[in-house]
């Protein structure tokens, strides 16, 4: 496919308008559902060809074939990024499909609870495993094809505004979390000149599937959780993922100019204020 030709910003063949991520190769881990699918959707419908991570096939292939009905180029790569093995492998999974990636989103991530006496070191490496070991390593191939090509390239890591410090019970996915941060602007600088922008975005409470089952099964919510806590926010609701793909859209595409190593809070909670 025809995937290295270029017209100038913003413009085709014909000077029609064209999406932010047009003709770009986009890998999203984890983005078979939540936020990570949502990025995934917005990516296709801005011009990118898309493949997507996750450990069930089910709703991966569900998510391509939705792409697909509608007029989108996508594949689903099986990965557990709980593996440094499988987070390489999907880089160059995309790598081998689309001949290089251009753009690549972390979205995978664990949210089990655990407070610093009750987690076990299991659940602490469980939760490094998957939302820094993961990510760490997809960008270490994602970096290399990139240089590889002489080529720019864009990476977002979903974070979360926990990392500045979270509530008790989730001490370990604030560890793993505050690490993604600290790498987050730590590759940004290591390859600056490079040409490749590397930016992380602290998303705060947002409704998800993941978020659903999180809540029943660690705090008894009923099904009306939504609606309690759409009650102590100040937009009266979460947030929403396809708000949030928009926005790491943007982070991907040019239109966010020279921006790199930001980590930018997503949150209708001003954080640092207190009342």
């Known amino acids: 496919m025809g995937l290295l030709h270029d017209d100038g910003p913003g413009k085709g063949a014909e000077g029609l308008d064209r999406g932010l991520l047009h003709d770009k190769v986009v890998l999203v881990n984890g983005g078979s559902q939540g936020v990570g699918a949502a990025v995934a959707r917005a990516a296709v419908r801005e011009g990118a060809v898309v493949a997507v991570t996750g450990r069930r096939p089910e709703p991966g292939e569900a998510l391509v074939a939705e792409l697909a009905a509608a007029g989108g180029t996508a ?68 970096v290399a094809d990139m240089l590889g090509r002489g080529a720019p390239g864009t990476i977002v890591n979903i974070i979360t505004s926990s990392a500045h410090g979270g509530q008790p019970f989730l001490a370990p996915y604030v560890a793993a979390k505050a690490g993604l941060a600290g790498l987050t602007r730590n590759a940004a600088h290591a390859h600056r000149w490079d ?8 998303i705060g409470w947002t409704a998800t599937e993941g978020e659903d089952a999180t809540q029943r099964a ?11 806590a759409a009650a102590r926010l100040p937009m009266g609701r979460l947030g929403r993922p396809d708000e949030i793909a928009d926005f790491v859209v943007f982070l991907l595409s040019d239109r966010s100019g020279v921006v790199t190593g930001s980590v930018i809070d997503w949150d209708q909670n001003v954080l640092g204020a207190l009342d």
Request: aromatic share 8%.
């Open 75 to 142: 594949r689903y790569v099986r990965a557990d990024l709980a593996d440094a093995g499988q987070a390489r492998a999907a880089v160059a999974a995309a790598v081998g499909a689309y001949g290089r990636i251009d753009c690549l989103v972390n979205s995978a991530g664990l949210t089990s609870r655990g407070t610093l006496l009750d987690t076990t070191p299991e659940l602490f490496d469980q939760h490094i495993a998957v939302n820094l070991k993961g990510p760490f390593f997809a960008m270490q191939a994602a």
């Open 195 to 202: 040409r490749i922008r590397i930016n992380g975005l602290n």
């Open 218 to 228: 660690f705090h008894g919510a009923g099904d009306d959780w939504r609606e309690q």
